[in-house]
């Protein structure tokens, strides 16, 4: 049995809420890309334990699509992954190197997965990625094109060339910010094939590594067609569909725990603290 078939799309399908077509072209990649990222939310709480999650499908599975909870961005887009092709479409794994709020692009590693998908008879490829925790994340995959502004449902999204000294083209994707309105650099990424191996490397240190943001705070994410839900630490943000973000500072591990709870849709495991004392 080869991994692609140790996923099983029923399962995922259910847990997203998607009823629509199962074939591999591009109506099907966008509605399940954005029923992914409203279903399934955003959270490190293993990392927060210094955890490196589990990559394995029936970890993926169990974890997942089975219980309440989620996962960053390898859990998100390997599950992805896995289903489109069992689904029938190709899929080439990226390394991306986040670089939102950096002064440079290679000032950054790249920790970040993310998906080049192709479908049968369609000469575009898609970028797609169902897990990147920001709220400059695609919610639908936009063509592999530099210089052509895309709406994904709601959100504004471009692809663009960077300079640098590699081999490859580098492309950068950018968000579009509404209440600056200006453009976000949000990651870098060329072409290149990243295997299993790679991201289970890269998975480790960033769910280990006591210098790794999501080792430090909590930081959960929940997205759906009126709202984007984020708790970072204490902070809980909410950003509305006309782009008002509300803020408020959470007061302790009662209210963490309930908003995971009740507004994430996730249980947090025995004996975790979310939030450090004061």
């Known amino acids: 049995m080869t991994e692609t078939q140790r996923f099983d799309p029923d399962a995922y399908l259910r847990r997203i809420g998607w009823e629509g077509e199962r074939r591999a072209d591009l109506a099907t990649l966008r509605g399940v890309h954005l029923a992914h990222m409203r279903a399934i939310p955003f959270e490190n709480l293993d990392a927060l334990r ?3 999650p589990s990559l394995d499908p029936a970890d993926l599975t169990a974890k997942l699509l089975h219980s309440r909870r989620g996962g960053y961005c390898y859990e998100h887009n390997t599950l992805f992954a896995g289903v489109l092709e069992a689904l029938g479409f190709r899929v080439t794994r990226l390394a991306a190197r986040v670089v939102v709020g950096a002064d440079r692009i290679d000032s950054r590693p790249r920790t970040h997965m993310a998906l080049l998908v192709e479908a049968p008879g369609d000469p575009q490829p898609y970028l797609a990625d169902v897990g990147f925790g920001a709220i400059g994340a695609l919610l639908e995959p936009v063509p592999l094109t530099a ?8 959100r504004r999204h471009r692809l663009a060339h960077a300079p640098h000294h590699g081999p490859l ?8 910010d509404r209440t600056k309105d200006e453009w976000a650099d949000q990651y870098a990424f060329t072409l290149e094939p990243f295997e ?3 991201f289970e490397v890269i998975n480790w240190h960033i769910g280990t590594n006591p210098r790794s943001p999501f080792t430090q705070r909590v930081y959960v994410q ?4 009126e709202r984007h839900l984020l708790l970072n630490g204490r902070l809980l943000a909410e950003t509305r569909a006309d782009g008002t973000v509300v803020e408020r500072e959470v007061t302790g591990e009662a209210e963490a725990r309930r908003l995971l709870d009740e507004e994430f849709g996730i249980d947090v495991p025995d004996g975790m603290t979310l939030l450090p004392p004061v």
């Open 50 to 52: 210094r955890i490196a």
């Open 147 to 154: 210089g052509v502004e895309f709406e994904d449902a709601g």
């Open 169 to 176: 083209p580098l492309w950068l994707l950018q968000a579009h």
């Open 196 to 198: 299993k191996p790679d």
């Open 222 to 225: 929940s997205l759906s067609a």
